[in-house]
């Protein structure tokens, strides 16, 4: 057992005990939202330890129950997997103080019905709880319980208030989730007959000495899954229809955390169980319609909500260029992005939720003037919309420099495909916002004609950018800037991480020891 290891396991206890607590602690809303805040400041602070241990003394590694890699459950903490618990924490820390602020935590105040209150702080937890199981497994079918975490506890924040459309979206997204959940249960089960292990340590062995063929099908059986989960194109478009309808709060932590669960389990299994590069070709095509497909869905749209969906589904290209090209830039430069757009992504949909509040609505072509109304409404939206879109010198720019340069350094005329792709999606990107920019925030304010039930909310702006909604969201615009400051410590750390997954003994050495073969 390592130094830190011991703090492994906290990482998903601690969400599911706060869980508890909060369940126990019906009707105090003080004693829930301190449960939550503190359980969730514990979780950020270890997993800042366990970077830094990570990053110095390797992984951190614990084998639940004592028993053997071959018999057990194993959770390591890389470099990695630190990262990507730091930031979904940052992010899930601010959600719900965001929700806290603006009442949500209490109730649905949307006029669509109410949210119980037992309900949301727990759910949270339990979302949390599965992320961090995910990013921390040592075996696929352990990967696959935090998988299910997830889509429990986001089928309930989904359907929160009980509205018609909610339910509709959380019907068609929990049949897309258990379709790409019968996938990888599936890839699993034929990965243990094959191989007769589902631990990833031993696996990155054992697939070594099975059939080519049978080998390619069991990859292309998680890449499926993973890819559902990711909502990479053609199985993107259950995404724009379901995270629109959802509460602001919610909509920001699912566009922030759960595709990015989906890219986790590619970068791990890409690099650890098939480091032949056998479906990169297929999966630079991919991340090339993903990038064109999802831009092009969010130029024509006049919602908020669902043209940062599309841009979502768009960026989530640029992710997988960075594993597709399969160098160690490539995919330092993924994790840095997911970093940045995790992070970016969550608090755009946190800043429509202030647009929604200020403005009553959050289709743009019923907005105007709210620049005027709340420059600081502007400016929140006007930072992060200027990162995602990639210009100079925000995080989102350096990411996306660091893909290019790793797909020109690639170079093949397929890589340099994707390479003009990424700069037509970043221009339609910018595109984009600054269509939505222009329209809510500078253009005139809509004539309400006579039988419209629209009905601005404009009236009221300071309870609306109330401090307890402003402040979290500032604390995320602040975050995300401040990615840019650290760019080149981080960078660092990034390439450090890439080239240890590529090398794959240091993970190996770290679960199995000197019986590696």
């Known amino acids: 057992m390592n130094e830190y290891s011991w703090m492994v396991p906290l990482l998903v206890v601690l969400p599911l005990v706060g869980a508890g607590i909060n369940l126990a602690a019906v009707g105090r809303t003080r004693v829930q939202r301190l449960a939550s805040m503190s359980v969730l400041t514990v979780v950020l602070v270890i997993s800042v330890v366990l970077l830094f241990a990570a990053d110095q003394r390797g992984p951190q590694v614990v084998h639940v129950g004592g028993w053997a890699p071959t018999d057990g459950i194993v959770l390591i903490v890389d470099r990695l997997s630190a990262l990507m618990v730091i930031v979904s924490t940052v992010v899930t820390m601010a959600v719900l103080r965001y929700s806290i602020g603006q009442g949500r935590s209490s109730f649905d105040n949307e006029s669509d019905g109410h949210a119980p209150l037992p309900v949301f702080h727990p759910t949270m937890l339990v979302l949390s709880a599965g992320v961090s199981t995910t990013f921390i497994s040592g075996d696929l079918f352990h990967m696959y319980v935090g998988f299910e975490m997830l889509l429990a506890a986001s089928f309930v924040l989904l359907t929160l208030g009980g509205t018609e459309a909610r339910v509709r979206a959380g019907v068609t997204y929990v049949f897309v989730s258990l379709l790409s959940s019968m996938l990888f249960l599936l890839a699993i089960a034929m990965i243990y007959a094959a191989t007769g292990t589902v631990n990833l340590a031993i696996l990155a062995t054992r697939l070594e000495t099975i059939p080519h063929d049978t080998s390619v099908v069991l990859h292309v059986l998680l890449i499926l899954g993973f890819c559902v989960k990711a909502a990479v194109f053609p199985m993107s478009g259950w995404l724009p229809d379901s995270y629109p309808t959802a509460p602001a709060p919610v909509t920001a932590v699912f566009a922030g955390l759960l595709t990015k669960v989906g890219i986790y389990a590619l970068i791990r299994t890409q690099t650890l169980l098939f480091p032949d590069g056998t479906l990169n070709t297929l999966l630079m095509w991919a991340a090339l319609l993903t990038m064109i497909v999802g831009i092009l869905g969010a130029v024509t749209q006049d919602d908020i909500k669902r043209m940062l969906s599309f841009t979502l589904v768009s960026h989530i290209g640029y992710l997988l260029f960075g594993i597709a090209v399969g160098s160690s830039a490539g995919v330092s430069a993924a994790i840095f992005y997911v970093l940045h757009h995790i992070t970016i992504q969550t608090t755009l949909f946190l800043v429509t939720g202030l647009v929604e509040r200020v403005g009553g609505t959050t289709a743009s072509s019923h907005l105007g003037g709210l620049a005027r109304i709340s420059p600081l409404l502007g400016i929140l939206f006007f930072v992060p919309a200027m990162n995602l879109a990639g210009i100079p010198p925000f995080s989102g720019f350096l990411g996306k420099v660091g893909l290019m340069q790793a797909g020109v350094a690639e170079g093949n005329w397929l890589s340099m495909t994707l390479v003009v792709g990424s700069v037509v999606t970043s221009l339609l990107t910018l595109y984009a916002v600054a269509r939505i920019w222009g329209r809510a925030f500078w253009g005139s304010p809509p004539q309400i004609e006579e039988g419209m039930t629209y009905t601005p909310a404009r009236t009221g702006t300071g309870r609306a950018m109330g401090a307890g909604v402003v402040m979290p969201t500032m604390a995320l615009v602040a975050f995300g800037l401040g990615l ?28 199995l020891g000197e019986t590696v073969r």
């Open 484 to 511: 840019t400051l650290v760019a080149g410590p981080l960078f660092e750390i990034t390439d450090r991480a890439s080239l240890d997954l590529l090398l794959r003994e240091p993970y190996l050495l770290a679960v």
